[in-house]
């Protein structure tokens, strides 16, 4: 068996192909990042187009769901949410409480309503 053949090849490519040409831009930015003023304009706008790419996506999966997702009711989807943004700031913003209570409150509602795998 070579080593073009065998069953690690596809997380070789995965390595040279997704996460080495990433990584690359990653330590770039963190290169020049370092001397910018955080209270700059330029990365308040930066900080500002990634919050609203984020509620993007966000708003997409809550409401226009694809695959599995889509099973949940709307009312479900949205309840997560809600209460994963009320957790975020009652907890002093944090984020892993806000997604970890929102992400239980939607699988909660998926397993209550019988949407899970078939047993």
């Known amino acids: 068996m070579t080593f073009f053949g065998s069953d690690i090849m596809p997380y070789v490519a995965l390595i040279i192909c997704g996460f080495l040409p990433s990584e690359i831009w990653r330590w770039l930015a963190v290169l020049v990042g370092r001397g910018l003023d955080e209270t700059s304009e330029l990365l308040t706008w930066v900080r500002a187009v990634a919050t609203a790419t ?11 769901p694809a695959g599995a997702l889509a099973t949940v009711p709307t009312g479900w989807r949205v309840a997560a949410l809600a ?3 009320v957790v975020f700031f009652v907890f002093r913003r944090s984020v892993l409480l806000g997604v970890v209570v929102g992400e239980a ?3 909660g509602s998926a397993w209550y309503l019988g949407l899970g795998p078939a047993r």
Do not use: H, Y
């Open 54 to 64: 984020l509620a993007a996506v966000v708003a997409k999966l809550a409401f226009f």
């Open 83 to 85: 209460s994963g943004v």
């Open 105 to 107: 409150i939607l699988v």
